[in-house]
């Protein structure tokens, strides 16, 4: 099996098991249990989560070290209703949605309740090739710096690889300002985002995450 196949089989197993958990913005608790499940036992990984709740990971085996030293990055949320405190538990939607289509009766219908959280309810398909879920953007990033770690501790390889999964994106980036705030990871680190979104600045559909993720791979593995 080659290591394209192989990493394909890993990436469609996380990507069954993240993309079926709830999230929303400064709730993103169940997506970061699942992540800290899936690394928690991967040879030369440390995790730990800052003063923000951002959860960081890092593989490292030996003293080699790339040129730069990569930090991979993902957000844990995306747009989906909470329930608000300061307004007697009424739901509120949070993210960049415009109120006008968030209010549309079929969009409401779509909400799917669980504890403190509203995500919209789609359904996980993974076939053919594609992906489709509530929140692609950005679980499949996440997805793919997890099945990149993990391929990085099968093949054992020496190297020195950071990643931060980073809380509130769709409200304003404030796991990323914080962590930005807060580097933690050393002047000589660069910081890949691996996205999900729609195309935009010259990217083209057909380029995604398998795409991304290959080629952040060869960058990791041949610097």
């Known amino acids: 099996m080659s290591i394209e196949w192989a990493m394909a089989d ?5 990507l069954k098991k993240l993309l079926n958990q709830p999230t929303a913005p400064f709730h993103e608790y169940h997506v ?9 036992d991967v040879p030369h990984v440390e995790l730990s989560t800052d003063a923000f709740g951002n959860l960081l990971a890092t593989y490292r085996k030996g003293k080699r070290k790339s040129s730069p030293v990569w930090v991979l990055g993902a957000h844990m949320d995306h747009p989906a209703w ?10 509120e939607f949070l993210g960049g949605v415009p109120k006008s289509i968030v209010d549309l009766p ?11 959280i509203a995500p919209w309810g789609f359904p996980v398909t993974i076939e053919e090739g594609k992906v489709g879920a509530a929140a692609c953007d950005d679980l499949i990033g996440c997805a793919v710096i997890i099945a990149t770690i993990k391929e990085l501790a099968r093949l ?14 769709e409200v304003g980036f404030l796991g990323a300002w914080h962590l ?4 933690p990871f050393g002047k000589e ?8 979104s729609r195309p935009v600045n010259g990217a083209e ?7 991304v993720w290959a080629t952040a791979f060869r960058c990791l593995t041949m610097t």
């Open 10 to 14: 890993t990436l469609t197993s996380i």
């Open 32 to 40: 970061r249990a699942q992540i800290e499940q899936l690394l928690l």
């Open 82 to 91: 909470v329930k608000s405190p300061g307004k007697n538990g009424d739901w």
């Open 106 to 116: 079929e969009n409401i219908a779509l909400r799917r309740e669980n504890g403190e």
């Open 156 to 169: 054992g390889l020496d190297a020195t690889v950071h990643a931060a999964f980073t809380r509130a994106e």
């Open 180 to 183: 930005g705030k807060h580097w």
């Open 189 to 196: 680190a660069a910081f890949l985002s691996v996205e999900t």
């Open 205 to 211: 559909m057909g380029d995604g995450p398998s795409f």
